[in-house]
């Protein structure tokens, strides 16, 4: 007798996304949130058509491999796909597609909010007001001093979607745009951001004040950030990440703001998540948040929209929408 395809899903997902989901397919989810552990997930990927990961769960050549015979789409819920080894996937003749272009603006706000919670000390004079220990004497000329943004140089690593919209935003600061990526963008969107493109990232590294990574983990960019090229910034100069961890050497980093080679740190994401290096925490120089760039209601449902059109187009015997191979398969080409 014909079942329709078991679709797994790893983790709970916003209760309007559930119920659809619950109509539309033969749907598992997973009340509890618990994240699968490489057991749960094996198990899940043996007799799943269709698995939903997140960015939690780790979907290596190795799993791929001992997937069951029905697995033919990895519906992934997110856009970064650092969680899944692509060239595994494809050689096992599976479907990879993703939530593209709907985490754009919230990633971009954050950014932002990052950009300015550090230089202006946002997160040191919250805390300072609600420590009951201390007591506000009131205004000073000389307390709290942080750094001017406007006027300042910004360099975006990665200019695509999300490098783009902080770049729209940055300007309305009047910060100069500056940006590295793996190829020059149309002239037109360079005029409109008025960013000036650098060939070369250590150039661009040791002339900005403040740089803002958003570009895809791929093994292209890992540890692009090394410790040779944090050394090439000013030690005035900001580094903020809302992209992923793995894109900056950590340790690196910490030792960085520890030693005062470089002013601060604003980090949404971490090499080791959800471990974090305990330099980068209750330091005055980081402001450090749990990976929620995106973690908007709007924005889950925008992503659970799209992997529910991608899984649809599949078992339509459809090409679903958001493929991503061959497209983002090359291991050299992805700053
Ligand atoms: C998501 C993200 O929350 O989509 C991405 O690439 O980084 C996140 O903001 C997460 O990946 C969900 O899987």
Redesign the pocket.
């Known amino acids: 007798m014909y079942q329709d395809p078991l679709v797994i899903v790893t983790r709970k997902l916003p209760e309007s996304i559930e119920s659809r989901m619950g109509e539309l397919f033969n749907v598992r989810l997973n009340p509890t949130d618990q994240p699968m552990d490489k057991a749960t997930l094996q198990q899940a990927l043996e007799v799943a058509d269709i698995i939903v990961?997140?960015?939690?769960d780790k979907i290596d050549a190795e799993l791929i491999k001992a997937a069951g015979p029905n697995l033919k789409l990895i519906a992934?819920?997110?856009?970064?796909v650092d969680?899944i080894d692509l060239d595994a996937a494809q050689d096992a003749g599976l479907i990879v597609t993703?939530?593209p272009g709907v985490?754009t603006e919230d990633?971009a706000d954050m950014t932002m909010a990052l950009m300015l919670a550090v230089p202006r000390r946002l997160l040191e004079g919250a805390i300072f007001l609600n420590d009951p220990q201390n007591s506000w004497g009131g205004w000073s000329p000389t307390w709290m001093l942080g750094h001017r943004l406007y006027g300042k140089s910004l360099g975006i690593i990665g200019m695509g979607r999300i490098g783009q919209a902080v770049a729209r935003r940055a300007r309305a600061f009047g910060l100069k745009i500056c940006y590295h990526n793996r190829r020059r963008i149309a002239e037109e969107i360079e005029q409109e951001l008025d960013a000036s493109y650098f060939e070369s990232l250590d150039q661009m590294l040791s002339r900005m004040d403040i740089i803002s990574v958003n570009c895809p983990s791929t093994p292209a960019t890992y540890h692009l950030l090394s410790a040779r090229r944090i050394k090439l910034l000013k030690p005035t100069a900001f580094i903020i990440n809302t992209?992923?961890g793995d894109i900056i050497d950590e340790n690196a980093l910490a030792t960085a703001i520890e030693d005062g080679a470089i002013a601060g740190a604003g980090l949404d994401?971490f090499e080791h998540e959800p471990e974090i290096d305990s330099r980068l925490l209750h330091n005055d120089k980081v402001v450090a948040l749990p990976?929620m760039?995106?973690?908007t209601l709007e924005s889950r449902i925008d992503?659970g929209e799209k992997v529910m059109i991608n899984i649809k187009a599949f078992i339509d015997h459809h090409a679903p929408p958001d493929r991503v191979f061959p497209t983002s398969r090359s291991k050299k080409t992805n700053v």
């Not at 990961?53 to 939690?56: A, G, S």
């Open positions: 990961p997140t960015v939690t992934n819920f997110g856009t970064g969680n993703n939530t985490l990633t992209a992923r994401v990976h760039s995106s973690a992503m």
